[in-house]
């Protein structure tokens, strides 16, 4: 296996196509991509006029005067307009012509929020971090309220948030070269499904293939140290797009070394399952694998996001792998959670393992070519 590893690491060292393509292009695209769209993320500190149509459905009298106090509170003095609306449906149309921000319901008990959006992307932003504040307060009075009445009259809305309610200091400002960090690591694992492709490929190409074939060594075997072997070129890979941004460009991945080390090791296992898809999905295509491939992972990272964090489309962005391994990526750096990035690994280890076996079991019954 030792052998098969020192080939493939080689290979890619001693090809300068490689070299740009993984390591180099992606430095570039952070830089410029971070740059020239910085200024386009500024405007999102200019909300201007928030409007919220609001109705409230719920029987219970403590909620109902929550809701009414906070909507009082956050419209005393500010830019955001909380309105009482007569009907559900037509305030979601008015939503829908950008007439309002957003409707919210108060409804059921214990109380559900729902948030029907306008069409201002950063406006809805604002209004969903609005009602996560009004969830927290109000998670806190209820609790109070359980544990102990008496305190209630006493105790106001401020010494209730700085008594019961923790926030969580994301510990940096973040920034659009912050994001193409990110994201430009996980183009870089989705386009580890060319390379997988292209080791077969390239054995075809260079009439090598049937020397692997009649090759005295189990061919499962041969199959799974050919996948294995791309290992080191990932970790280089990744290590050097993130070392240098950081380094570099002073970008922010996470807050501290353990998440950071479970980043990288969530970009690892992403990236080293699509080699192993690509070496699968290799022992079919005898095109060449960027043309063939290219077009399909470009267009799974312009509907996910990659490019750009305005588009979304419900519906569509949802469905690209991508997208959720991005979303994985944001969540451990700025918050710190670490849920979705452990899933991310499950999944695409179980992936892994999957292509593997495929891949093995089709190279152990391929004929010989002509």
């Known amino acids: 296996m030792l052998n098969i590893i020192m080939k493939e690491v080689k290979e890619f060292v001693r090809d300068k196509t490689n070299l740009f393509f993984f390591m180099a292009f992606p430095i570039v695209l952070v830089f410029l991509l971070g740059s020239l769209l910085n200024s386009m993320n500024k405007s999102e500190g200019t909300i201007g006029e928030l409007k919220i149509e609001y109705l409230i459905e719920t029987e219970d009298p403590y909620q109902t005067m929550a809701v009414n106090t906070f909507v009082d509170t956050v419209g005393d003095g500010t830019d955001s307009f909380f309105t009482a609306a007569d009907n559900l449906e037509d ?27 306008g069409t201002n992307s950063v406006k809805n932003r604002t209004v969903s971090a609005i009602m996560y504040s009004f969830i927290q307060t109000n998670k806190a009075i209820s609790t109070l309220i359980k544990m102990n009445p008496d305190r209630l009259a006493d ?7 700085e008594e019961y309610i923790t926030d969580k ?7 659009m070269i912050d994001y193409y960090a990110v994201s430009m690591v996980a183009m870089i694992c989705f386009m580890s499904l060319i390379v997988g492709a292209a080791a077969f490929v390239g054995e075809r190409q260079s009439r090598t293939i049937n020397r692997l074939l009649i090759c005295p060594k189990n061919r499962i075997s041969l199959f799974i140290q050919k996948v294995l072997g791309f290992f080191p070129q990932v970790l280089l890979e990744i290590a050097v797009i993130m070392l240098f941004c950081v380094g570099v460009y002073k970008a922010h991945y996470a807050a501290n070394i353990q998440d950071n080390l479970y980043l990288f090791l969530m970009f690892t296992v992403v990236a080293i399952s699509m080699t192993a898809v690509g070496a699968a999905l290799g022992l079919f295509i005898k095109a060449n694998p960027t043309i063939v491939i290219m077009p399909v992972i470009w267009m799974m990272m312009f509907f996910g996001g990659t490019y750009s964090k305005e588009l979304y489309i419900k519906g569509l962005t949802e469905m690209m792998p991508i997208y959720h391994m991005q979303q994985a990526a944001y969540d451990l750096s700025i918050f710190g959670r670490t849920e979705k990035a452990t899933s991310t ?6 992936v892994f393992l999957i292509a593997l076996v495929f891949g093995a079991v089709l190279f152990n019954r391929k004929k010989e070519e002509a």
């Open 169 to 175: 200091d994301l510990g940096v400002n973040r920034n």
């Open 91 to 117: 305030a979601k149309k008015r939503a829908a012509k950008d007439e309002i921000a957003a409707v919210v319901l108060f409804t059921g008990n214990p109380m559900e929020i729902q948030i029907y959006e």
């Open 155 to 161: 105790i106001s809305a401020e010494s209730i948030k």
């Open 345 to 350: 690994i499950i999944i695409y280890s179980i």
